[in-house]
Structures are given as C-alpha cells and as structure tokens.
C-alpha cells in the first residue's frame, strides 16, 4: 500500500489488488453479443475498486489478449419493493462497476467455453 501526500489535508491510498479478485464475471447480454461481432468488445463485472489498469491486467493475464481500450461506468445501486402477505418488503440492490474492454484486432475471447 503506497500513501502518497499532495496538500495538508489530502491523503490518497492506492490499494494493490489481487487480479483474480478485479474480475467478478463477464456480461452475457444481446447488446454486449453485438459489441463483439462489430467492434470486439466485451463487458466485465469488476470490483468497484479496481481502476483501468488493473482491469486491463488482469483481463490480459486470464484470456491472453492484447487489450485496445477499457471503458468503465458505475451503475448505482436501485431501490426495490415487493409486496407479500405481511405487507411491503423495501430493500436496495448494491451498487456494481461494468468494464467495456476492446480487443486487438483478430483476437477473441471464448467466454462460452466454461459454461
């Protein structure tokens, strides 16, 4: 863990992470099947605190891919209600990260084969 001081009162922590712990598990979706036949795009769920490099290592280092470009977004967590016999349950969904990560051109990703 490296601290690194820029003004008095900030202080900024960069955590090293595990790679196999930046990957939760990769987007299975019609929108993202498209992304991959057009541009060689492929979506990830990755720990919240993981940043492009380390997606991009990781990515790297599991599939053996040269990796073009990675695209992050945070999707917020929703709330949710249902109604049962004791009346409304509320609760929230947690918050997830999503990484978009591009491909080198003539390689791909077999996400099928450990289903």
């Given at each position: ?51 492009k ?46 990484a ?16």
């Amino acid at each position: 863990m490296a601290i690194f001081k820029f003004s008095n009162y900030q202080i900024f922590k960069l955590i090293d992470m595990k790679l196999s712990d930046v990957i939760i598990k990769p987007i299975l979706s019609e929108k993202i099947n498209k992304q991959t036949e057009k541009a060689n795009r492929y979506g990830f769920v990755v720990d919240r605190k993981a940043n492009k490099l380390e997606i991009k290592k990781a990515v790297e280092q599991f599939y053996g891919v040269q990796v073009k470009d990675v695209n992050t977004l945070v999707m917020p967590g929703k709330a949710k209600s249902r109604y049962t016999k004791s009346g409304f349950l509320n609760g929230r969904k947690p918050a997830k990260k999503k990484a978009y990560v591009t491909v080198a051109d003539g390689e791909q990703i077999d996400l099928y084969s450990t289903i």
